[in-house]
C-alpha cells in the first residue's frame, strides 16, 4: 500500500481528497463542502476532507444495513480472518500512523510512535484473543442464551487520540458481527482515512466498515438520529454527548459514552512523594494535556504542600515546547488556534480566582509564535470551587490543591461532576486500593500501576455511560436471546 499523508516529504503532500469509504469503496462524497486540515505545529494547510452530509450518511447506513445480517452470522472463527489481517495491517504501518500524527494532531513523534500507533495494535491483539476463546452461547437453566449483535453501530470519535479512540470502537465492533459507520473528528480524519485503507486492505465484506467525514452537527448528527442505526458509541466532550444521548434515547438506540474528565492524583502521607508528583506531571503533559483521564488535579497533605509544589516546578521545567518531528521533544502544540485560546484562557481565569501561577503562563513559549503552541503550566494554591479546578482545561495544566485529612481528600477528588480516572499514592499498596474504592471513577491508578488495555475504561457520573475495552467493551456491541427448551 502506497504512502499518501503526512507533512513531511517522505510521507506525501498536500491532498484534496474529495472521497468517503462507503460500502466496500472509495467514492465521491455526495456533498460539495470541504474541512481543511492544519498542521498544529506550522499552522500549515496539510490536506482537505469532505465535509459529508446528511445523503452520504444515509448511503453509508444503507451499505451497513445491507451488510448487516450476512456479518452478523458469522462465526467469530471467521470474522477472526479479515480482523488478523487488521492488526497485520497496523502492525505494518505504524511508522506512517505516527507520522501522520505528528502531522495532524502536533504530537511528538515519540509519543505518537510509543502510543499513538502501538495502542491501537495493543487493543486490536487483546480482542483478537478475547474472540478466541468467547463464548457466545450460555445455557442458563431450560434456556441457552445467545449474544447476538447489537445492529447497525455508529462511531463518533474525538481527535485527542484520534486512533486508539477508532479502534477502542470499530475492532469490537466489528469481533461482535455489528457493522460500523465511523465519523471521525474534523482535525483528525487523515488518520481515519489511513484506518479505512487497512480495513480496506484487510477484505471485510463490503459495507461491514463506512467512514464518513463531516462536522458534528451536521455529519455526526445526521448519523445519530439515523433510524438505521441500532447503537451509538460517542467519545468526546459531555455537552455534545448529552445531546447524542438526547437523540439516541428518542430513537429508543443503545448508547455508549465516553466525555470528558477532571481526575484527581491523591498522593496520601508515607507516599513516594517525588515520584508521584514525577509522575503526575508527565500523566498531565503527555499528549499536550489532552488525554481525557489526565490527573489534572494533584492532591497533596497541607504539610507536603510547598515541596510538591517545588518538586512539580521543578519536574515541569523539563517540558520544552517544542517541534513534534524532533525525535527530543516532549509536548508538542495543541490541536488548533481554538484549543490554544480555550486553555490560555482557563490559566487567566484560574489567576484571576487567586491561583498562583509556578511555572508556564499565558504567552507563547520562547520562540514559538507559530503554531498552536501553550506553555506548560502548573497553578498552585487551586481551591476546589475555582473554574480550574471542576472544568475541563484540556492541555498542559496541572493545578496542585492541599487537603488537611484522607476524608477531606476524598471529598475533594470526587468534588467535581466528572468520574473518569485518578491516581493513589500511598506507603503500600493495600492503603492506596483501599483509598481508590471511595473514589468515584472508574479506573484508578495505585503508585504508578500501568495502563492496561484489556480492563473496562469509562466514566462515573457526567464522564459517560458504558465501558470500552476488553471483555465489557465487547459486550457493549452484543443484545441477548433466550431460548427456553
Ligand atoms: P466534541 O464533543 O466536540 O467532538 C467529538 C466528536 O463528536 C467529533 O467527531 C465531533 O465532530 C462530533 N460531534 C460534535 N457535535 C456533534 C453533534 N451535535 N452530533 C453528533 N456528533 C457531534 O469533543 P472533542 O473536542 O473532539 O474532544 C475532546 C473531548 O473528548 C474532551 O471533552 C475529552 O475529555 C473527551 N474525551 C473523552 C474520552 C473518554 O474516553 N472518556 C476520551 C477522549 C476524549
Known sequence: MKSEYGAYGEYGAYADHTDQYVD??????????????????????LATVPAGGAVDVDAAVAAARRAARAWGA?????????????????????TEIAATLVA?????????TAVHAA????????YLALLDGYSFEERVGNSVVHAEPAGVVAAITPWNYP??????????????????????????????????????????PAGVFN????????????????????????TGSTAVGRTVAETAGRGIKRVTLELGGKSANVVLPGADLARAVNVNVANVFANSGQTCSAWTRLLVHRDQYEEAVALAAKAAGKYLPGDPADP??????????????????????????????VVGGTGAPDGLDTGYYVRPTVLADVTAGMAVAREEVFGPVLTVLAYQDEDHAAELANA???GLAGGVWAADTATAARFARRLDAGQVDLNGGRFNPRAPFGGYKNSGLGRELGRHGLEEFLQYKSLQY
Do not use: M, N
Request: aromatic share 4%.
Open 24 to 45: 466496500g469503496g472509495w467514492r465521491p462524497s455526495l456533498e460539495a463542502g470541504s474541512i481543511p486540515v492544519l498542521d498544529p505545529a506550522t499552522e500549515r494547510l
Open 74 to 94: 458469522t462465526t467469530a472463527a471467521e470474522r477472526l480472518v479479515p480482523l488478523t489481517r487488521l492488526r497485520d495491517g497496523l502492525a505494518a504501518h505504524r
Open 104 to 112: 495532524e494532531l502536533g504530537a511528538p513523534i515519540a509519543f505518537a
Open 119 to 126: 495502542l491501537p495494535l495493543a487493543v486490536t491483539e487483546s
Open 163 to 204: 486512533l486508539h479512540q477508532i479502534v477502542a470502537k470499530v475492532v469490537p465492533a466489528l469481533a461482535a458481527g455489528c457493522p460500523v459507520v465511523l465519523k471521525p473528528a474534523e482535525d483528525t480524519p487523515l488518520v481515519a482515512r489511513l484506518f479505512a485503507r487497512l480495513v480496506e486492505a484487510a477484505g471485510f
Open 211 to 234: 467512514l464518513v467525514t463531516g462536522t458534528g452537527p451536521v455529519a455526526g448528527a445526521a448519523l445519530v438520529g439515523h433510524p438505521g442505526v441500532d447503537v451509538v458509541s460517542f
Open 328 to 357: 527530543r521533544t516532549r509536548i508538542g502544540p495543541v490541536v488548533s488556534a481554538r484549543q490554544r485560546e480555550r486553555v490560555r484562557g482557563h490559566i487567566t481565569g484560574a489567576l484571576a480566582e487567586g491561583a498562583r501561577l
Open 416 to 418: 467535581t461532576e466528572y
